[in-house]
Structures are given as C-alpha cells and as structure tokens.
C-alpha cells in the first residue's frame, strides 16, 4: 500500500485543521492505520490510530478528546481531524499501516506516506 498525506498547514491556537492520508494499491481496511508526529528536535510519537476495518480506535493521552482519526472506504482515505490545537501540537504528522493488530509502536508500522507539516502559533 503507497501512503500519501496531506493537510498540513499554518493555523492559530484554537483553530481546527483536517489531515488526510490517501491510500492506493490496497485498501486502507486491510490495515491497522495510525497517524504519528514528530516535533522539531523530538522523536516520533504515536497520535492516534484504527483498527481493520474502522474497528477500533486509540489516541495518545495528549490529543485525547481533540483529535479524531476515520475513515473513508469509498476515497480509501485516513482523516486526522485536529480540534483545539495548540502550539505544542506544531510538528510533521506522518500516517502509517501496519498489519499488527492495536500497536502504538512506530517500528510495527511497515507503509509510511510523507510528512506534512502542522504549525500552530501561539
């Protein structure tokens, strides 16, 4: 499966901004799909994540209740939405499938799109 992200942008505290990881090749069902950031100097964090077939979802305890991770089968596309950003929330967002069932961690993840950049000003 080929991943491709997109969305990123420059937005305010307090603003909302969607990202969007687009799938081809394979259905994104088939995957256990998850969205991950790193921040500028930091590592790469697991934000939040889906199971097969839209079954499930996770979020890390820092974008608990403001971001929301689905699915759309007919675009064979992966949303982040992200509510109530905030200034730490500022880092390159990647979207990832992996075929082990409710893993956080990065090295489970086999399929990686590009990054795009999220930037939240204070």
């Known amino acids: 499966v080929q991943l491709q992200a997109s969305g990123g942008g420059l937005v305010q505290a307090g603003d909302s901004l969607r990202l969007s990881c687009a799938a081809s090749?394979?259905?994104?069902?088939?995957?256990?799909m998850g969205w991950f950031r790193q921040a500028p100097g930091g590592e790469r964090e697991f934000v939040a994540g889906?199971?097969?077939?839209?079954?499930?979802?996770s979020y890390a305890d820092s974008v608990k209740g403001r971001f929301s991770i689905s699915g759309d089968n007919a675009k064979n596309t992966v949303y982040l939405q992200m509510n109530s950003l905030k200034p730490e929330d500022t880092a390159v967002y990647y979207c990832?499938?992996?075929?082990?069932?409710?893993?956080?961690?990065?090295?489970?993840?086999?399929?990686w799109g590009q990054g795009t950049l999220v930037t939240v000003s204070s």
């Open positions: 090749g394979r259905s994104f069902s088939s995957y256990v």
């Open positions: 990832a499938a992996s075929v082990v069932f409710g893993t956080r961690e990065e090295r489970r993840y086999a399929f």
């Open positions: 889906v199971g097969r077939n839209g079954i499930g979802t």
